[in-house]
């Protein structure tokens, strides 16, 4: 594995992301620039489509994870990693919202761009409870997260290395990966949309998503996701969205590595979506596509099955699966990541039909469930 070895600092806190609690990094990094000071203070506003429409710029360029966890440990502005494996490590960190602050860029996403939500989910199971999911070994220790945004390390699995005859090796290996999709061909990234979902309709065609689909399938573990309800043009009802009985669920991703034309690697990701099952379908019209553990080595086997072999993984969730809860607007901003976020909320009115408005017939990339 090609995470940080087990270290403590400050006592609670330990090992992989580490980096998530020091000292409210989100807001540090918000508060880099006089634009990322503004476009934070926006976030409680309602959240668009980032997905596949909205360029955030990264930049890279430090030597090694050790550096990169020490930029972080003290809010530098920019970090990165380089593995020439093609194995991960955090990028970089941004807001999520009405106008999301880009503290890599010191720019905002345009405001004209945003409709009516923006993706988060959250992993709060421990990392015991997340590798007996996802069948691995072990994993370094991490905090719980609430509010996973855009541009941020999300943890995902992919398959891992042939195992020789007999060996007792996990089937899966876990990676960090920067919850934003760059395909291989991007020349500036600084000019490239945001992409950290894909539909799952045209996932096997689209360039952008293509080449991930064959070579790089993987899962994102997830305690659950959550979703705005668009409100008469009001500013949407959040929910708290779960599975009904508890534990984990496993996001279809995908990965693609990113090479700098300086040199550096990057691991970047995506989540599937797919058309929302009439639970889901009265909050949003999309939700991200679950594959059920027992499919799990058929959704990751990349060697031997091709995109249209497992086509039929990617539908909806079971009725009855999740469970919606209405949360407060306090998950509208990134900044906040406790437990509060989850708690119960008033519901506001439903909807007008009549308000509800289609998505342009070009928008391939809608919000990210």
Not at 46 to 66: F, K, M, N, S
Not at 186 to 202: M, Y
Not at 268 to 293: E, Q, S
């Amino acid at each position: 594995m090609d995470f940080p070895k087990r270290a403590k600092t400050g006592g609670t806190q330990t090992g992989l992301f580490l980096q998530f609690t020091l000292g409210g990094i989100l807001q540090r990094l918000a508060g880099l620039d006089l634009a990322a000071r503004k476009g934070i203070e926006t976030l409680r506003r309602l959240p668009r489509p980032l997905d596949q429409e909205h360029g955030v710029a990264t930049h890279h360029g430090y030597r090694d994870r050790r550096q990169y966890l020490s930029r972080i440990a003290h809010g530098s502005q920019s970090f990165d990693r380089r593995s020439r494996c093609g194995r991960s490590a955090p990028d970089s960190f941004s807001g999520c919202g009405a106008a999301v602050p880009s503290p890599l860029s010191g720019g905002t996403i345009r405001r004209q761009e945003q409709s009516i939500m923006c993706g988060r989910f959250a992993l709060t199971a421990t990392p015991d409870q997340t590798a007996a999911f996802l069948g691995l070994a072990e994993l370094q220790d991490f905090p719980a997260r609430y509010n996973i945004a855009p541009t941020q390390p999300v943890l995902m699995a992919t398959a891992g290395a042939p195992r020789a005859p007999g060996s007792n090796l996990p089937d899966l290996q876990p990676m960090l990966v920067r919850w934003g999709l760059i395909p291989t061909w991007v020349k500036d990234t600084r000019e490239f949309p945001l992409l950290f979902n894909a539909r799952s309709e045209g996932a096997i065609e689209k360039a952008s998503f293509k080449a991930a689909m064959r070579h790089r399938r993987a899962l994102v573990p997830a305690s659950g996701f959550y979703e705005w309800r668009q409100s008469g043009g009001k500013k949407g009802q959040p929910y708290w969205i779960r599975p009904r009985h508890g534990g984990l669920v496993a996001f279809a991703g995908l990965i693609e590595i990113y090479a700098e034309p300086g040199g550096s690697e990057m691991d970047t990701g995506a989540i599937l979506t797919v058309n929302a099952n009439t639970d889901i379908a009265h909050i949003h019209d999309r939700m991200p596509v679950v594959i059920d553990p027992r499919d799990f080595a058929r959704w990751l086997d990349c060697r031997t099955l091709e995109p249209r072999d497992v086509a039929d993984l990617l539908r909806p969730a079971q009725l009855d699966f999740f469970e919606a809860i209405p949360v407060s607007d306090l998950v509208n901003k990134v900044a906040n990541t406790g437990p509060e976020i989850q708690q119960r909320g008033e519901v506001g009115p439903e909807p007008e039909k009549t308000r509800r408005q289609k998505p342009d017939a070009d928008d391939s990339q809608m919000t990210l469930f």
